[in-house]
Structure formats: structure tokens, C-alpha cells
């Protein structure tokens, strides 16, 4: 049933009004996508329906006490995994950690975070993704949802070098403030500028 509501959602939103979409990392089974830009409620929407169209089988981290009756039966088939933060009840461990578990515990896992960490402006990203990535040792890939274009591209992974600034160079490289659904919203780490 979600499958066939995510088709409609498809053939609406991008079929009907001329979207494009580009996957550079189509071959590679572990990766972390940052979904960017991240200014409206719209850009979760266009994500989950532009990935089920691009047929990358992603995933996003939730608290797992989310994933209860009715939430798990709609959560759940659109990519939703439960993150438990206590892995034992008198050792608590931190959500970066629980996401490692979850790439270690994985053959494939594609996982999308949204690094600004909120749909206003904000002049640091969450660097959650990026520890992730380096404790789990999985590249990243920027997922850029261009709506003047409309275009949606995957660009092509990297692998953490440990150097923050540098590595965010790099995935910030492809993004255009102009393209997000609300430019005055957008917001680069200015940590790279």
C-alpha cells in the first residue's frame, strides 16, 4: 500500500511537472546522504518520495521508542529505523554510536541526515554525520534538491580524511544556496567560508 501511494506521490510531484534525477552513487551499498538544502517541511516530502523513485533504499534514525502502534506501520515502510541510545541499561551510549552499530551490523545501509539540524538559519551544521561516517568508516554523499531546476542529484561519495573543515569543503562544493525552496533559509557552516 505505501508502495503504491509513494508511486502516485511520484508521478505527481516530479513525473507530471518534469523533475530530473542524477545517482552517482547507485553502485555503492554503505554511504551516509545528506539531504541539502533543508529550509522547509516540503524538503522531507520531496526526499522520501525522490528516493523511493530513485530506488536508493534509504534509511533515517529515529529514538526506536517512536516505533510503536500507529507510527511503526507508516514509519517503518517509508525507511524508518529505531536507534536505542541505552545499550545496556546501566551504559548509556550516544546516537552517533547507535548509528555506527547500525553500519557495523549492516552489509548495506544507506542512512539520510540533514546536517544544518533545522529548517531555519543556522551558521554551524550538526557534525553527527561526520562522526558516523569516520567511526563507521562509510563515505558521504550530498543529495541536493535543486527547485529551480528541478533537479534532484546523489553526487558522488567521499570518505572522511579526519580533517572536518576540509572533507565539508568538499560537500559543500555542490550546493547552491539559491536552489533550496527558501534561499533566505539556507545555511552553509561558515566554519568552511
Known sequence: MIKLLLDLCCYITFD???WKFSNQAADVKKYIILAVPHTSNWDTYYALICFHRMKVPVKFAIKSNWLVFPFKQ???????IGVNRNKQSTNKFSFVDACVELFNNSDELVMTITPE??????????TG??????KAN?????????YVNKQITINTPIFSTGNYIEDLK?????????MAK?????SFDTTVL
Request: net charge positive.
Open 74 to 80: 507508516l514509519l517503518t515502510p517509508l525507511g524508518a
Open 170 to 178: 568538499k560537500l559543500s562544493s555542490v550546493i547552491n544556496p539559491a
Open 16 to 18: 507530471l511537472r518534469g
Open 129 to 134: 554525520f561526520y562522526n558516523i561516517a569516520t
Open 182 to 186: 527558501f534561499p533566505n533559509k539556507f
Open 117 to 126: 539540524g533545522t529548517r531555519g538559519h543556522n551558521n554551524k551544521w550538526k
Open 138 to 146: 562509510v563515505p558521504m554523499a550530498v543529495a541536493v534538491c535543486d
